[in-house]
């Protein structure tokens, strides 16, 4: 791994970023390998983002391991870690927010985590600004971060392509995901319902339901698991992520999110595609 320092004058093109928070696990590893496959030099940023946190969320007690990450990111393919301190990303009198408008944020995450999305639209840019990426690499784990990195790239044309990875899950269906560690032995099995709801509804999909209708069949596996208190679970244009009820649109995705006792916990899948 060469010196975080020399970042600046990078001059290897094209170059991968893959932005994170740490605690890597295979999901966020299959970005780095995507972005080594595709670009001559990749840079991995690590920084648990403060201001993507709401109050009462974990930023806090959020995981993190930067020597065992370090190893991992470079045994799959990364050149450079980008480990910034959040006081030289947002030094005193730091005042300016990227904020994504309309129906993209205002549904789902971005109802149940007010400021999420600015948090995140915020420090992507910067990330973009302080690397100067040809490519950078996101999960369709958090698919509506996705859409809203999507946004904001073309809108303020910063001049990054955005390549999606598809979602890597435990052998049981669980998607990664670094807060997977917070739950407790009893709840780990309990945690497929996310997965096994999701199947319900592209099942049901492809018995020929409605959208609604679909949706009805994963309302009845999450009611399976009382443990699980869902935010909610939608069918939605891959698009826009407005909720569908009548007809399909290819690509449609069934999203889900909600709480166990110890964690929240999100997951998508896609449900149609003729
Ligand atoms: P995070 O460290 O949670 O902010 O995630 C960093 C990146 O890794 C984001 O683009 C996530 O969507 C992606 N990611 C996290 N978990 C997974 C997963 N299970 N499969 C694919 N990508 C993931």
């Known amino acids: 791994m060469r010196d ?47 201001l993507q946190f709401g109050a009462g969320e974990d930023y806090e007690t959020y995981p993190r391991d930067l020597a065992r990450d370090a190893r991992l990111a470079e045994e799959a393919g990364a050149d450079w870690i980008f480990h910034p301190d959040p006081e030289t990303m947002y030094p005193v009198g730091f005042a300016t927010t990227v904020h994504v408008g309309g129906p993209l944020t205002e549904r789902w995450e971005g109802e149940r985590r007010p400021g999420h999305f600015d948090g995140v639209a915020t420090v992507v840019t ?29 809108d303020l044309n910063l001049g990054v ?37 999701l199947l319900a509804v592209r099942e049901a999909a492809a018995a ?12 009845r596996v ?3 698991v009382p443990e699980f208190v869902p935010d909610y679970l939608a069918v939605v244009d891959p698009e826009t992520l407005e909720p569908l009820e009548a007809s399909w649109v290819p690509g449609a995705r069934a999203i889900v999110a909600g709480r166990f006792p110890t964690v929240r916990l999100i997951d998508n899948m896609e449900v149609w595609n003729p």
């Not at 997977?180 to 309990?190: I, S």
């Not at 020929?208 to 309302?219: K, Q, Y």
């Open 222 to 224: 999450l009611a399976e």
């Open 161 to 197: 392509e955005i390549v999606p990875v598809p979602i890597v899950r435990e052998p049981d269906g669980l998607a990664r995901s670094s807060r997977n560690v917070y739950l407790t032995p009893e709840e780990r099995p309990k945690a497929t319902v996310l997965y096994r709801a």
């Open 126 to 154: 910067k990330l973009f600004n302080l690397v100067r990426p040809d490519r950078a690499y996101f999960g369709e784990k958090d698919f509506q971060q996705l859409q809203v990195v999507r946004r904001f790239t073309a």
């Open 208 to 219: 020929g339901a409605t959208p609604a209708e679909a949706l009805r069949a994963g309302e």
């Open 4 to 50: 975080p320092s020399e970042l600046g004058s990078l001059r290897v093109r094209p170059r991968g970023l893959v932005p994170t928070m740490g605690y890597l696990h295979e999901g966020h590893l299959e970005l780095i390998r995507h972005s080594a496959a595709e670009n001559a030099e990749t840079v991995v940023s690590i920084f648990v983002n403060p």
